[in-house]
């Protein structure tokens, strides 16, 4: 009777653990997944071979990718909503699009090239960010990772040093754009 209960329990206890096991889904088959954003009820996944809609409820996926949807290259690094719902994605060599469920709205491919050079430092940053720029008059701009404009600096007279104060900023990792005639610079900078 010992035995018979021993071996009871046993089959109990390696039960509950196999039933305690967690359950893996790949909703991606696999990619390289480069972001990942949550909107209402939808993941979307950036993916080396495009972007992926994902229904947390259903689990439902929607593939889009250059075939299928104008996506301007399937690389699609990085995502960013804005308020009224377009989704911007930062692709590997296509440069950015601004996408809705019905498709590409507008691709910019801006050429993103070096305004010749910029230098940031400190980074991390605290209180303030000093960018220095080989040419004058450019543009400013901070993005925070959700693809929000934090901060917009139109700098004036025939200055190429900027001091930027961030003391306001939440701590985390931004993306400095720096435009000029020339063309455009991102960099990214952490604010600590």
């Known amino acids: 009777m010992k035995k018979l209960n021993l071996i009871l329990i046993t ?40 972007l992926v809609k994902i229904d947390k409820t259903t689990g439902n996926k929607i ?5 299928n949807s104008g996506l301007p290259d399937n690389g699609a690094n990085s995502i960013a909503i804005d308020g009224s719902g377009t989704k911007w994605i ?13 498709g590409i709205i507008n691709s910019v491919n801006e050429q993103i090239e070096p305004v010749e050079h910029i230098t940031v430092y400190p980074n991390p940053a605290h209180n303030q960010l000093t960018v220095i ?35 306001n900023l939440p701590t985390g990792l931004y993306i400095l754009k720096v435009s000029g ?12």
């Open 11 to 50: 089959c109990i206890f390696l039960t509950n653990i196999v039933i305690a096991q967690p359950q893996w889904i790949n909703y991606t088959n696999g990619n390289y997944i480069s972001s990942i954003l949550e909107e209402g009820n939808s993941f979307w996944v950036g993916t080396n071979v495009g």
């Open 63 to 67: 593939f889009y990718n250059s075939a």
């Open 90 to 102: 930062g692709t590997t060599y296509g440069g950015l699009a601004a996408f809705n469920e019905n």
């Open 133 to 167: 720029a080989s040419r004058a008059k450019q543009s400013i701009s901070i993005y925070n990772l959700q693809g929000q404009q934090v901060k917009s600096i139109q700098p004036k007279g025939e200055c190429n040093k900027y001091i930027i104060n961030v003391d």
């Open 181 to 192: 005639d020339k063309g455009t610079e991102l960099t990214k900078f952490i604010k600590y």
